[in-house]
């Protein structure tokens, strides 16, 4: 990387970037499967409505035995049916819906602030510095889930809110690590002889700094997809996440929790998509960090 | 180290303070009225407007949040709203429950983490290594709900060999710990992975080679100690993994510790006791910290105490 890079040149340098990185993961066995995954997700979530079986809220009247039991999966519904007879196939792919919705919107905004937090106190320092990132340590002492759930107790849980709450949780970790490369960034020559020319700061943020950030932006953001999609679960199987009837791989497993011993699929294959999106983004973070950061190269 | 130590320990009550101030907002913003609660559905308006006043809760909210911080300054974390009990008293009550919880879960993660870390990184790039990062990764993928649910159905409801929920024999702490114990086991076997292949490559190890050692010996000996070093002063960061884990984990066993108490709290509102548990887990978080901060210069001299 030049020291200055021309816009343009530098534009079309990252594209090509982008290309080469996308290569590098679809080389890695675990990445590519790590992408399969998500890319097999949002389509489900793309097209839901013409992807599910059946009607995800109908309760459908052969949908439970006589006894009044869900179905085992079989037959007309490919994985079972859950306590009112509602097809669980159908319900966990609009399921994907939410979870997607809620990993992009909550780490969206989780990125947004922590780098917004990290990037702010990193380069300005003095007492606006001191007091983010005190604040920030403040937010790593406090126990997580319990702020989630009291923070979803204060407000209804919508879809926008339980996003709001877990970003409110999860942007901690991202301020940190970009506090920790700014303030190293903002020491190097060509930032401070940005600084010394007078280009205005927003200039010096926008086309100096950030650029040099997106590595661990990337990596930590896609991380953070992960982390964002197993608290949203365990919100929603808690009672305080996304409420039913949008259904929700969490409140799926949370509705139908009661019967797991009798109807285990109601808790495995929910669990297990869980899981599956969980481990997807994990591996292609873990293999991000391994291609975009130089200081691993060759470790592992 | 002295000034360090000093100067840290301020730090994390600055920090707890903070705590206490932010907790206390959030919970002044629940909608609920906790004097309603009290008094139960069938009161009139003067009983709630004097148990309102009984319990301060029309002064505003600088007044409250002073008293409520000259009453912790004493040890005091005040009444539960709901239960006839100091919130300190339940607390103490739940505590021992789940400090054995954790303890066997910081057991079963090393266990279960080192063990695989070794392995893995002895066969590095060989299949066992494959294979057993998969399984750490997947480890710090699944939700703790789910892996409770799972290890239930499998090993209480379809083997019979532990309970399915509850608290008492040492039979009991086998799937909660396991549970407990399942994310922390994936981070330490990828740390403790690399750990040992940093160690692996050092020249002492090639010394030891040279000198014509066993190659069991060079690893339980020389290799292993170094390596382990680095991750006990991780221990002391899980804290904080735990106090969130507890939570779920305590409700799908029924485990009778704070985890199941705050839960109970927040669904009732419950406020001292969300308070003071949410002040006993920050506390517990930021010693942990602390103590991580502590033991990492003493296991290595380079990391310095400025």
Sequence with gaps: ?300 | MRGYIIRRLFESALILLGITLVTFILLYLVPADPARQIAGRSATAETVQNIRDQLGLNDPFFVQYARYLGNLFQGDMGRSYLQRAEVSELIAARLPASLMLMVAAIVTELIMGLTIGVVAALRRNKFADHSLMIFSFVSISAPQFVIGILLLYVFAVQLGWFPIGGYGTPAHFVLPAVTLGFLGAGWYSRMMRSSMIDVLAQDFVRTARAKGLSKGRIILRHVMPNAILPIIAMIGIDIGLFMSGIVVVESVFGWPGIGQLAWQAIQRVDIPVIMGVTMVSATAIVMGNLLADLVAPLIDPRIKTK
């Excluded at chain 1, 809110?161 to 301020?175: E, F």
């Design chain 1, 1 to 300: 990387m030049s020291v200055i890079d021309p816009p343009a040149v530098a534009r079309r340098g990252r594209a090509r970037k982008v290309a080469a990185v996308l290569g590098e993961l679809m080389r890695r066995p675990r990445a590519a499967f790590g992408l399969i995954v998500i890319a097999i997700m949002a389509i489900a979530a793309v097209f839901a409505p013409w992807l599910m079986p059946h009607d995800p809220f109908e309760q459908s009247f052969d949908g439970l035995t006589l006894a009044g039991a869900p179905l085992p999966p079989g037959g007309e519904f490919p994985l079972g049916t859950d306590l009112l007879g509602r097809d669980l196939a159908s319900r966990l792919i609009l399921g994907t819906r939410t979870s997607l919705i809620i990993g992009v919107l909550a780490n969206g905004i989780a990125v947004i602030l922590g780098a917004g937090v990290g990037i702010t106190a990193g380069y300005f320092g003095g007492w606006i510095g001191a007091i983010l990132m005190r604040f920030t340590d403040l937010m790593m002492a406090f126990p997580a889930l319990l702020l989630a759930i009291v923070l979803a107790a204060i407000f209804q849980p919508s879809l926008l809110i339980v996003a709001l709450v877990i970003a409110m949780v999860n942007w901690v970790q991202m301020a940190r690590v970009i506090y920790t490369e700014t303030r190293s960034l903002a020491e190097r020559e060509f930032i401070q002889v940005q600084r010394s020319i007078g280009s205005g700061t927003l200039r010096v943020l926008g086309s100096h700094l950030l650029p040099h950030l997106l590595s661990s932006i990337v990596v930590f953001g896609t991380l953070g997809i992960s982390t964002t999609v197993l608290l949203e679960a365990t919100l929603s199987y808690l009672g305080v996440g996304v409420q039913p009837p949008t259904p929700s791989w969490g409140n799926i497993i949370f509705e139908n929790q009661t019967y797991f011993s009798t109807a285990p699929w109601l808790v495995f294959f929910p669990g297990a998509a869980i899981v599956l999106l969980a481990l997807a983004f994990n591996l292609v973070g873990d293999a991000l960090r391994d291609i975009l950061d130089p200081t691993l190269k060759g470790r592992h």
